[in-house]
């Protein structure tokens, strides 16, 4: 897949295009294309918008970006505007609101779609405004979307009434094991953010010099067999691995497991998208929060990797001369990472080893987000760009970094630059974590 930065205007506009098209087949996919009315409307969790939110909120950030801003064009439905602004209306409220039903909201969604189509000929790439240049918004549009799709499908997964979703065939992939648990990045600075890709966010804005100290990084995600060990070892009863907000937070849930895990008799099973099945134990654990993958780390005597390190091991190498989009490289391949729902869950151990980066570290990019132990900042220079309350908003300690995507995130929705971010406590989201360690 050619990267979009050397297509030219034509290429590009043809390429969005098709892009638009799939993220809507996908996200039809996750709504009216599986539920019913009923269930489209319903709330399944407080953390959790309806998803018939989620299908007319898609539709209506593409009407103000792409029509309105974009485009030029007169509001379409301005009455829906406060309905859909999701800093004006908690999750957990929604469901109490005027909302499109179903019906109303594919039409709506689908209006908007044929007049972004319609109008797209008429912006321009190449002109000063920096809203649209090299595209700009309509890579933020189709990311937009495929993240809430991945909300769609962390819906889907605390749903509780039986299954809507069939696993799609799982990939045939060769699995060769790691030759090491670990991997050693060598002290000294690397090049940190981007400052020319065109679709990146702010929050990923300016490139700067990172001088790190040397540093072990795990070349695997923490497995389940890996995460097993901890809880058969007592680890969710022992406070001395624990953050002091984190054992506030099991002891006052009474957390002893992954989300969605639970004890059968002599084994451990797990509910995925309706499906109860015994725990496969070579795949990397997700649905653990931050505070879980810290009191793991801590455990084994040691840490979670800082966002710039994770970023170093993903995007460097000992000889690199610049920083790869991917770990494997600047262009995408579709069997280099468990991406883009190609399978309903994490990769196993050894799996994916075309797409390790320079250093050796395998499966960064897909499978799960990886917590870090940074927390939510702009880095040096930052200016926000097109509007605050996509990143700036939340910068501060309350939200902790993630990255790397998941086996749920779209490959046009991630990137070795990608920050992802969220609080401590989230466990609904397909969330996992790798170890890292001083060298000295």
Same mark, same amino acid.
């Given at each position: ?13 043809? $390429? ?23 269930? /489209? ?5 407080? /953390? ?10 898609? #539709? ?98 605390? $749903? ?73 070892? #007592? ?89 790869? $989009? ?28 075309? #797409? ?75 969330? #996992? ?8």
């Amino acid at each position: 897949m050619a990267p979009l930065n050397t297509l030219d205007e034509h290429a590009l506009k043809e $390429r969005i295009a098709g892009e638009l098209g799939a993220a809507r087949d996908r996200s039809h996919g996750l709504t009216t294309g599986v539920l019913d009315d009923t269930r /489209l409307t319903a709330q399944v969790s407080p /953390l959790m918008s309806p998803l018939v939110w989620d299908l007319a909120h898609i #539709g209506n950030y593409e009407e103000l970006w792409l029509l309105r801003a974009a485009a030029g064009t007169a509001p379409m439905r301005p009455e829906i505007d406060g309905l859909y602004d999701a800093f004006e209306h908690p999750r957990a409220t929604r469901p109490t609101l005027p909302l499109l039903p179903p019906a109303e909201a594919a039409t709506y969604i689908a209006t908007v779609r044929a007049k972004v189509l319609d109008s797209l000929d008429k912006v321009r790439f190449d002109g000063p405004d920096r809203l649209t240049g090299g595209g700009f918004v309509y890579g933020m549009v189709l990311q937009h979307e495929h993240m809430h799709d991945e909300t769609m499908l962390a819906t889907h997964q605390l $749903r509780k009434d039986g299954p809507a979703l069939l696993d799609p065939p799982e990939p045939a992939g060769h699995i060769a094991p790691a030759a090491a648990s670990e991997v050693l990045i060598g002290a000294g600075p690397f090049v940190m953010g981007t400052s020319d890709d065109h679709w990146s966010y702010d929050n990923e804005r300016p490139r700067h010099l990172v001088d790190l100290p040397a540093y072990y990084i795990d070349t695997e995600p923490v497995s389940n067999a890996e995460y097993l060990a901890f809880m058969e070892a #007592g680890g969710y009863d022992d406070p001395r691995w624990w953050d002091p907000k984190g054992w506030e937070w099991r002891q006052s849930g009474g957390k002893r497991a992954p989300a969605f895990w639970t004890r059968e008799g002599e084994q451990w099973v797990r509910r995925r998208f309706g499906h109860v099945e015994p725990i496969p134990l070579a795949e990397a654990v997700q649905h653990v929060c931050w505070y879980e993958a810290d009191a793991y780390a801590r455990w084994a005597g040691k840490r979670l990797p800082t966002e710039a390190e994770w970023e170093k091991a993903a995007s460097w190498g000992p000889d690199a001369q610049h920083a790869r $989009r991917y770990p494997w490289g600047d262009d995408y391949a579709e069997d280099h990472a468990n991406l883009g729902q190609r399978a309903h869950r994490p990769s196993v151990k050894g799996a994916y080893a075309s #797409g390790a980066s320079a250093y050796g570290v395998r499966r960064m990019v897909g499978d799960v987000w990886e917590w870090t132990s940074s927390d939510f900042h702009g880095y040096p220079g930052f200016r926000s760009f097109p509007y605050k309350e996509y990143s700036e908003v939340f910068f501060g300690p309350e939200y902790k970094v993630l990255r790397g995507g998941s086996w749920a995130t779209h490959p046009l929705a991630v990137r070795n630059t990608f920050r992802n971010w969220d609080y401590p406590i989230r466990r609904q989201i397909f969330s #996992g974590f790798r170890c890292a360690r001083d060298a000295a």
